[in-house]
């Protein structure tokens, strides 16, 4: 095999992919936990892993960027390489957003609970459950599972919907719970986005397999 | 864009062996075509058919229509010598004659009879601006041709194809003798060239097809498993074996 450096070089990238991908998976289930359980050193420590998030993105980078200018890769080398730049900067991203939720974890600091947390946890667990597959489909070529994956999205949403309605009826009761209510928001909106960020990395599993550049599904947010 | 040259269903055999299977493909005006594939597989020979520089060869037999401009250049009574003047072809290595850098330029046009000095001068500067030889050479015309570097010395040869005015030139690995300063030299000129000429170039170099070309055809045993635009081929090609050659899995 006269490519046999090359390909270990390109699996190893990937490899790098899946290890970001678990420590952002990490992120959002140790930043959720933080919030439910009010476990403020938690979610410090999530704060300050972001940094790891980050440089483990620049290090792929500059993996990939060592690769084009070593080797030129052309066709579906060169197409994996390209989603891998973009799969890095989605999941760094959704690492930021877990950061976010951490933030606003230590911000309500210890006040009382507006209401016991359901479906943020399960929001954050549909985000983690279309995140690992998502990295599968990429790491199998799998567009099939990408296509279904990025439709799941729509659970998320609507699972946000259900937090904005019912939050919304709390603030209207009572005004006092406006601030908390809000921040809430605000954690269900990072889950959001996080889960809008996933049917990003979805594409580039279309991408990587077909070579074509296409949205497949646009979120309603 | 209408094709320059139509090649249909070209088949070439040397004595027994067959060369090019069943090609068919259009090459396009004022476009540079990449042809790209292992050793032997016939990528050279389709580029020689395209001027019947394969003629000279014996035991050859080749089958099918090449239609430059929409004439059978293999049609009987079609002269061989106009044929070669519209279709111009650059070799591997640079092969200027013993003579001077004036003479290699007007080769061409005195064969052809021109012997009018004032319009041999006129040419010889015209063609070398256009090989972009002019301003390396133009106080030493009468040095030898050989004298010069090799990139210049391809440069010589390509000025040596302009003068007679082709519509076409064909470039068999013109840059594979070549250090890389010459070949970008070469490149950036073929660019300059094909706003006036058609171009059709073999390439061992798979960057260099990339980087020059607008059309690409990968040949394989003969036959030409895919011909697309440039940047389809290596960004998504169709055919498995194409993507196997150009990732260097295979050839």
């Known amino acids: ?221 | 864009m209408d094709p320059k040259i139509q090649i249909r269903e070209l088949d070439f055999h040397y004595g027994k062996v067959q060369a090019l299977k069943r090609v068919t493909l259009d090459i396009k005006e004022h476009q540079i075509t990449a042809l790209i594939g292992p050793s032997g597989c016939g990528k050279s020979t389709f580029l020689r058919t395209l001027n019947r520089m394969n003629d000279i060869i014996p035991h050859t037999c080749l089958e099918g229509k090449v239609l430059l401009d929409g004439l059978n250049i293999y049609e009987l009574g079609v002269d061989v010598v106009e044929v070669r003047k519209r279709v111009g072809m650059v070799f591997q290595q640079p092969n200027p004659f013993p003579k001077s850098i004036f003479e290699n330029a007007v080769f061409g046009p005195r064969m052809l009879g021109l012997n009018h000095r004032a319009s041999l001068d006129e040419m010889v500067e015209r063609s070398l601006r256009k090989a972009a030889l002019w301003d390396e050479v133009k106080d030493n015309l009468g040095k030898s041709g050989l004298a010069l570097s090799g990139g210049q010395q391809q440069r010589l040869c390509i000025a040596r194809v302009l003068a007679v005015e082709p519509e076409v030139i064909l470039m068999d690995e013109p840059c594979s003798a070549l250090d890389p300063l010459s070949t970008l030299k070469i490149e950036e000129l073929m660019q300059e060239l094909k706003k006036s000429y058609t171009i059709v170039i073999v390439t061992h170099n798979m960057q260099q097809a990339a980087r020059v070309s607008d059309w690409t055809g990968f040949f394989l045993l003969g036959e030409v498993v895919e011909y697309n635009k440039t940047s389809e081929i290596f960004s998504r090609p169709k055919d498995k074996r194409t993507e196997d050659y150009i990732t260097g899995r295979f050839g």
Not at chain 1, 176 to 196: G, P
Request: with cysteine; net charge negative.
């Open chain 1, 1 to 221: 095999m006269p490519r046999e450096s090359f390909d270990h070089y390109l699996g190893g990238l990937q490899d790098e992919v899946l290890v970001l991908g678990s420590m952002v998976e990490k992120a959002i289930a140790r930043s959720i936990k933080a919030l439910r359980e009010r476990d403020l050193e938690l979610a410090r420590q999530v704060v300050a892993d972001d940094a790891r998030i980050n440089q483990k993105r620049l290090d792929i980078e500059e993996g990939c960027i060592e690769l084009v200018v070593t080797q030129q890769p052309v066709a579906s080398d060169l197409r994996v390489i390209v989603a891998i730049l973009n799969i890095v900067v989605d999941l760094e991203r959704i690492g930021d957003h877990a950061e976010g939720v951490a933030k606003i974890a230590v911000m309500i600091g210890d006040e009382p609970p507006l209401k016991p947390l359901v479906d943020l946890p399960r929001m954050a667990e549909k985000a983690i459950d279309m995140l690992r597959r998502s990295l599968n489909a990429f790491i199998s070529r799998d567009s099939e599972a990408a296509m279904k994956i990025s439709a799941e999205d729509d659970e998320v949403d609507n699972l946000y919907d259900q937090v904005y309605r019912e939050l919304l009826t709390f603030m209207l009761e009572d005004p006092r719970t406006i601030t908390r209510a809000t921040r809430l928001i605000w954690v269900a909106h990072n889950l959001e986005r996080s889960a809008d960020r996933i049917t990003n990395i979805c594409e580039r599993v279309v991408f990587t397999v077909t070579g074509r550049m296409e949205e497949i599904g646009a979120s309603k947010y």
